[in-house]
């Protein structure tokens, strides 16, 4: 139902109120959500997430035959793509998962996304390198959604070159974060080590 509440309140208590009298509960029920409205955002995620991974699962066959640039690109933006109904909405929902209190958690939703992501590309490397890979996916996939919240193409046209330019931008972007590796192992999570690969892009530009 958390898309329901998300179109009826946005990521509020007011929303959370309302989910809890539509199945029959008493408000009373709003102190089991101990952080608010963002934890329909979180669960909104969670779930998109899910639903993610089981159609790569599905796909896996047929994916295998993409080159890894090629099920980048496709990846990146399927997921995207899932949460385009409330995209709207989705600014104000990152912005209240940065809370110090909630960041951690969206911060594993988002590592767990990642990995998906890293796993179905058929990448199974094991060295340091696949740190920088893993902050590298997710630095492309965060600068791609920020995009997105600012752009008026039509279907996301101008986001999805945007994306692609990145994506063939990989190898470069990695080759160019070779000194990097210390501090992306010592980030702490992976998006602030998403961030260390994503300021090292813009400076390279």
């Not at 993409?66 to 709207?88: D, G, N």
């Not at 094991?126 to 039509?154: H, P």
């Amino acid at each position: 139902s958390s898309g329901i509440n998300a179109e009826y309140g946005g990521w509020s208590e007011n929303s959370l109120r309302h989910a809890t009298r539509q199945l029959g509960f008493s408000d009373a029920c709003l102190a089991m959500f101990k952080h608010g409205g963002v934890e329909i955002a979180l669960h909104y995620d969670k779930a998109l997430n899910q639903k993610f991974h089981e159609k790569l699962s599905e796909e896996a066959a047929l994916n295998s035959s993409l080159s890894t640039p090629e099920f980048l690109k496709y990846a990146i933006k399927s997921r995207l793509e899932s949460q385009v109904e409330y995209f709207e909405q989705w600014a104000e929902a990152l912005a209240l998962i940065m809370d110090p209190k909630v960041a951690p958690l969206a911060s594993r939703q988002f590592a767990h996304l990642i990995d998906d992501i890293l796993l179905f590309s058929g990448d199974k490397s094991t060295s340091i390198n696949w740190y920088t890979k893993r902050a590298t996916i997710a630095a492309v996939y965060g600068m791609t959604e920020l995009y997105m919240l600012q752009d008026k193409s039509a279907d996301f046209a101008d986001s999805w070159n945007f994306l692609d330019r990145r994506i063939n931008e990989l190898d470069t972007i990695v080759s160019n974060c070779k000194g990097l590796e210390e501090n992306i192992c010592n980030a702490g999570d992976i998006s602030k080590a998403a961030f260390v690969i994503a300021r090292n892009m813009l400076q390279n530009r």
